[in-house]
C-alpha cells in the first residue's frame, strides 16, 4: 500500500542535544510538508518542499531545518530543542494542484519530548 | 490567510447523530476539507467541499455555503470508535495548502 512512513514515532531527546526526525514517501507526491502539532491545538505548517523548492514559514524558528535529497524523503532538524519544542511532528504529501482536493496524506507522526 | 472557528468539544450518544460546525474568514475561498484524528494519531481525510451542497459519503457528509462561510460535518449511527478530534481546513485561492482549525474534539458514549 502506498503510505507516508515516520521514523522513530518517539523520540526522546536532551534539551540542546540535536535530533532529525525522518519522513519517507511511496506515494510519489511533489510537495512534502512538516507540520508541528502540540495538544489540542490545529496542526502548525513549518515549512513544506515543492519538489526541491523549499518553503519556510515566515513563523518558523531557526531552529527547525529541513532537508529533502529525493523525492521520497524529507528529514526534519532541531538544532537545539527546547522544551517547548515537545509536540507530535507530522509529515504530510500531496501532490501540487489548486483545482481539485489534492488531499494531504499525514504519516502517524513523532512524538517528541524534550528533557 | 484564514479565520477558522470550530467547537472545542462535542459529546453524544452512540447510535445518534452529531453535527460538528466550522465558520471561517477567507479573501478567496478555493475549498474546505475535513479531517478525522484519534488521539495520538495522524489526520486522515474525510471529505472536501468546493462547490455550494451536500457532500455525502456513507455515514459521513459535509456541507458549504460558501456565501455564509460555513460548514458542517454531519456523522449519523455514531459508533464508539468515531470518538476523535474532527479538523476543518481552508485552503485559500491561488493556494495548494489548506490551513487547519484548531478542531472539535467528539467524545461517543454508551
Known amino acids: 500500500d502506498a503510505m507516508v512512513i515516520q521514523n522513530p514515532r518517539y523520540q526522546v531527546t536532551q534539551f540542546g542535544k540535536p535530533v532529525t526526525l525522518s519522513c519517507s514517501q511511496t506515494?510519489?507526491?511533489?510537495?512534502m510538508y512538516w507540520y508541528q502539532q502540540k495538544s489540542s491545538q490545529a496542526p502548525k505548517l513549518l515549512f513544506h518542499y515543492y519538489d526541491k523548492d523549499f518553503n519556510n514559514e515566515a513563523d518558523t524558528p531557526d531552529n527547525f531545518q529541513s532537508r529533502r535529497p529525493n523525492t521520497s524523503f524529507c528529514f526534519l532538524d532541531i538544532r537545539s530543542p527546547g522544551l517547548g519544542d515537545a509536540a507530535m511532528y507530522l509529515c504530510?504529501?500531496?501532490?501540487?494542484?489548486?483545482?481539485?482536493?489534492?488531499?494531504?496524506?499525514f504519516g502517524p507522526g513523532t512524538r517528541l519530548t524534550v528533557l | 490567510g484564514q479565520n477558522i472557528d470550530q467547537p472545542t468539544e462535542m459529546t453524544a450518544t452512540e447510535g445518534a447523530i452529531v453535527q460538528i460546525n466550522c465558520t471561517y474568514q477567507t479573501s478567496g475561498f478555493n475549498g474546505l476539507f475535513w479531517y478525522q484524528q484519534h488521539a495520538g494519531e495522524a489526520p486522515t481525510f474525510l471529505s472536501y467541499n468546493v462547490l455550494d451542497g451536500l457532500e455525502e459519503k456513507g455515514r459521513f457528509s459535509s456541507f458549504l455555503s460558501r456565501s455564509k462561510g460555513y460548514s458542517y460535518l454531519l456523522l449519523k449511527e455514531l459508533q464508539m470508535k468515531d470518538s476523535a478530534s474532527y479538523l476543518c481546513a481552508v485552503r485559500d485561492k491561488g493556494s495548494y495548502i489548506p490551513t487547519f482549525g484548531r478542531g472539535t474534539s467528539l467524545i461517543v458514549h454508551p
Open positions: 506515494l510519489n507526491h511533489n510537495v
Open positions: 504530510a504529501t500531496s501532490t501540487r494542484g489548486t483545482s481539485g482536493s489534492n488531499e494531504q496524506f
